[in-house]
């Protein structure tokens, strides 16, 4: 037979241990419950990187509404793509963590494309800067503008959340100087 003294030296280890489980648990819990909804970035915050060989650039939204109001456009960055070059896009967790569309067009309208992608299945984009003619003996069609879009959760004037749609949008071809 176990002594006193060892009885409760064993009970005083066996509540340690309860306790120390029951923190474990309400930390983790806590954590859990913080992280689950912890605020995501406004979807007008969140950038595109694109980068080519005459340079980087960092894209913001070039138009952002709720769906069924008027989109109002913003400025559209440039950064010239030539036509034997590549047009690298990194696209963030914020961004590629649910569906988004890439839309490429070209000079040339029938060249243009649209790509779909679905959560996390692509975190980067490589557009071209020409693709194959689509007429036999043509020109190859130039890359003239990228846009990214994407449905994300904003925050309306009244500070609730609610569905934007918003597009980045980047030119790949200077003005022509007149």
């Known amino acids: 037979m176990a002594s006193r003294k060892t009885k409760r030296k064993n009970l005083i280890q066996i509540l340690s241990l309860i306790v ?3 923190l474990v ?3 983790s819990v806590m954590f859990q419950q913080w992280w689950n909804n912890r605020p995501e970035p406004l979807p007008q915050n969140i950038s595109i990187a694109a ?4 340079g980087e650039v960092e ?10 109001v008027e989109c ?6 440039t950064l010239d793509v030539g036509a034997d070059e590549e047009l690298h896009l990194s696209i963030p ?12 067009i070209y000079d040339d309208p029938t060249a243009n494309d649209e790509f779909y992608h679905t959560s996390y299945d692509a975190t ?4 071209p800067g020409s693709v194959d003619p689509t007429q036999e003996g043509g020109e190859r069609p130039r890359l003239v503008v990228v846009e990214i879009s994407s449905v994300m959760i904003g925050q309306d004037e009244n ?3 609610a569905p934007y749609t918003v597009t980045w949008s980047l030119s790949t071809m200077s003005e022509p100087e007149n």
């Open 20 to 22: 120390a489980v029951v």
């Open 25 to 27: 648990v309400i930390v």
């Open 51 to 54: 980068s080519a060989p005459a």
């Open 59 to 68: 894209v913001f939204p070039f138009s952002l509404c709720e769906p069924g």
């Open 72 to 77: 109002e456009e913003n400025d559209i960055p």
């Open 93 to 104: 967790e914020t961004i590629h963590d649910h569906d988004w569309y890439l839309l490429t």
């Open 124 to 127: 980067e984009a490589t557009v």
């Open 159 to 161: 500070g609730e959340e």
